[in-house]
């Protein structure tokens, strides 16, 4: 076995393999770091998301102020017949909105929140969101087969509210029973209805 004497040069060969293996790792681990950041804002997302749908369903069914968690049994409690049809929900939606929009401002790496809309219906509420991933080498998207970097998710929940819909189906049984000719209506029903049993 030779020694080599002090002083000796080396083969050029391990430059040349480094220069090429180091990029490529170094970009490969970027890619990597910037894919976690993506997931972990993807997850945090849909969890924020179904979170706002959960607090959104209690504040329009329940009263539950989405931002302290209080109740407020004066409104619960003193609700128009016309509730459900949609009479008091524009305020509600705005202040959901706003209120989906301040909670969607941090906790993610490389996501902002382009746009943000909820809709509330007569038994369910459904709130979108379009976020951008933010992702500052074009490859990366093109190396994992993200074709945008735009992502809209949309959550929807239903809610029944037992009280509501008994003080809704005692006032219309109230009123049928006032207006003449309904209660031999229902007698009518009922009797068909024992006749086919």
């Known amino acids: 076995m030779r020694r080599r004497k002090k002083g000796a040069h080396l083969d050029g060969s391990i430059t040349v393999e480094a220069s090429i293996l180091v990029p490529i ?68 939606k705005s202040i959901l909105t706003n209120y989906c929009k301040k909670k969607l401002e941090d906790g993610f790496f490389i996501t902002s929140v382009t746009s943000t809309k909820v809709e509330i219906g007569i038994s369910n509420v459904e709130i979108t969101v379009t976020a951008h991933f933010d992702i500052p080498i074009p490859w990366i998207a093109s190396l994992f087969g993200w074709r945008e970097v735009n992502r809209t998710i949309s959550m929807k929940k239903s809610y029944f509210k037992r009280e509501e819909i008994a003080r809704v189906l005692t006032v219309v049984s109230e009123t049928g029973e006032q207006i003449k000719g309904v209660s031999e209506a229902i007698e009518k029903v009922k009797d068909i209805v024992n006749k086919i049993r």
């Open 25 to 92: 790792v170094l970009l490969v681990v970027a890619a990597m770091i910037f894919f976690c950041f993506y997931l972990h804002d993807s997850v945090r997302l849909n969890l924020t998301l179904h979170n706002l749908t959960e607090e959104a369903v209690n504040y329009i069914a329940y009263e539950v102020n989405p931002e302290n968690g209080e109740i407020n049994y004066n409104n619960a409690v003193n609700q128009s017949i016309l509730y459900f049809a949609g009479i008091q929900k524009g305020t509600k």
